[in-house]
């Protein structure tokens, strides 16, 4: 079936320096991935919407200065967590949804950031 | 009300055992309805998926639909010690929207 890699798995950092994790459909192509955030125990917060070509949608209440979203074409999206804090420590997963054949929505592997 | 709810669990179930995971949802629009396997620090894996009402197979897992109660159902015969983890029901309108609708997901532990 269709896969979507993420890169990196996980990643430390100092306090004040910016991440970026990258999203891969590696076999269909994805005009919109999402990019979502999970706390320990809990269920995936979707944090924005990106899509090939234009600006992303960000729910409310996430910080598009802070989360830069980049998809550049249509088998990668970039996430940017800009000026990192240790509050921003958390499992990011990326999707994206094979439109163009069954519709069937598929996730990366999750990219985990520790912000020292 | 949410649209979409799942018992969060804990789930605990010998080896062996059928399990039975549920979402029920309150948007009757929804047609197209996902489960996925997470295991811890991961990220989910897709099950099954499936559109409408009815059943469909796949090895030990079956899932089922019931639009006319708005409830679906993950059934996992012989459950395996492998089987342990969260699992997440999701659902949306459409085969080609943005939209998904996740539950919380349901936490079980298969006891050897």
């Known amino acids: 079936g269709a896969v979507v890699s993420q890169h990196p798995s996980w990643v430390i950092c100092k306090s004040g320096t910016s991440v970026k994790i990258e999203c891969r459909s590696l076999d269909f192509q994805a005009t919109t991935m999402f990019w979502y955030r999970q706390f320990p125990k809990q269920s995936l917060m979707l944090m924005a919407t990106?899509?090939?070509?234009?600006?992303?949608?960000?729910e409310q209440g996430v910080e598009k200065d802070k989360f830069l979203i980049n998809h550049a074409s249509l088998t990668l999206s970039t996430l940017t967590v800009t000026s990192a804090h240790p509050e921003d420590s958390s499992f990011y997963i990326c999707?994206?949804?094979?439109?163009?054949?069954?519709?069937?929505?598929?996730f990366g592997e999750g990219s985990r950031l520790t912000v020292l | 009300q949410k649209e979409v709810e799942q018992d969060p669990g804990p789930l605990s179930v010998p080896e062996g055992a059928i399990v039975s995971l549920n979402c029920t949802y309150s948007n009757s629009a929804f047609q197209y309805f996902m489960w996925y396997r997470q295991y811890s620090r991961k990220g989910p894996e897709l099950l099954m998926y499936t559109y409408s009402s009815g059943n469909k197979e796949d090895g030990r897992f079956t899932a089922q639909v019931d639009k006319s109660s708005k409830y679906i159902s993950l059934f996992i015969r012989d459950s395996q010690p492998s089987d342990s983890a969260t699992y997440l029901c999701a659902m949306s309108q459409s085969n080609t929207g943005n939209q998904f609708y996740f539950g919380t997901g349901t936490s079980l532990t298969v006891i050897p």
């Open positions: 999707s994206a949804r094979d439109f163009l054949n069954t519709g069937e929505l598929f």
């Open positions: 990106s899509n090939e070509g234009s600006k992303a949608t960000y």
